[in-house]
């Protein structure tokens, strides 16, 4: 079946740098993609997402990449504080239904 | 604004008991999602409800797990019995109709141990 998955399972960054977590997907007909982030003990919370039709979205720190050519998507957060600590995973969306890969544990060292 | 309320946090049981799981969703979404949370694992949809109707239950163990969100507001989700394997944690998620998937908001979740 049709799966997300992503390339590393731990990130580990020094605080103030920038951090990419990178995500592979399977469903070339996924209409949207979104990255939430997880930290301990709480549900997911929503980061940022993109639609199929975009390549790029900005948002406050972050920004998601969209290639859809190579079905690849990355999260990248600039100046990566403690407070970014957690796990991120990315989903994708198609007809109401959203499918999660494993997660990527970021640790920001101070 | 409240977020999506779980309850209990926490449950430990013995094989072969039940349990049920409470959600109240935040205000004015119609759309009431429950996923199931392994360790280490993203989590996965068990049933979708639009108002008080479960429009995707593909996913859901029929055989020992049951849904109701029978005014369209809070929902309740049931083990009857509990097996080791559904120690997990269950989540709550809501959004507004019609957005596709997307924005859903997510409870705290109730961590369930198997004995």
């Known amino acids: 079946g049709e799966s997300v998955g992503l390339h590393l399972p731990t990130l580990s960054v020094q605080e103030g740098d920038n951090s990419i977590i990178n995500c592979a997907y399977s469903n070339s007909a996924s209409d949207y993609f979104i990255w939430y982030k997880q930290e301990s003990g709480k549900g997911p919370q929503f980061i940022i997402d993109i639609r199929s039709n975009m390549d790029k979205r900005q948002g406050q720190r972050v920004t998601v990449l969209l290639n859809k050519t190579v079905k690849h998507l990355s999260l990248q957060i600039a100046a990566t504080q403690p407070g970014d600590s957690a796990v991120y995973f990315c989903?994708?969306?198609?007809?109401?239904?959203?499918?999660f890969g494993k997660g990527t544990l970021l640790t920001v060292n101070p | 604004e409240a977020g999506v309320v779980q309850s209990p946090r926490y449950k430990i049981i013995e094989k072969k008991q039940p349990v049920a799981f409470w959600c109240n969703p935040i205000?004015?979404?119609?759309?009431l999602y429950w996923y199931r949370q392994n360790l280490g694992q993203g989590p996965e949809l068990l049933i979708r409800?639009?108002?008080?109707?479960?429009?995707?239950d593909s996913q859901l163990p029929k055989d020992r797990f049951s849904a109701e969100r029978l005014k369209g507001v809070d929902s309740t989700l049931k083990i009857q019995p509990a097996e080791l394997g559904d120690s997990a944690v269950y989540l709550c998620a809501s959004s507004v109709a019609g957005t596709a998937g997307g924005q859903q908001y997510f409870g705290p979740g109730t961590r369930l141990t198997v004995t």
């Open positions: 205000s004015g979404h119609n759309t």
């Open positions: 989903s994708e969306g198609s007809n109401y239904k959203l499918t």
């Open positions: 409800y639009e108002n008080e109707e479960a429009v995707d």
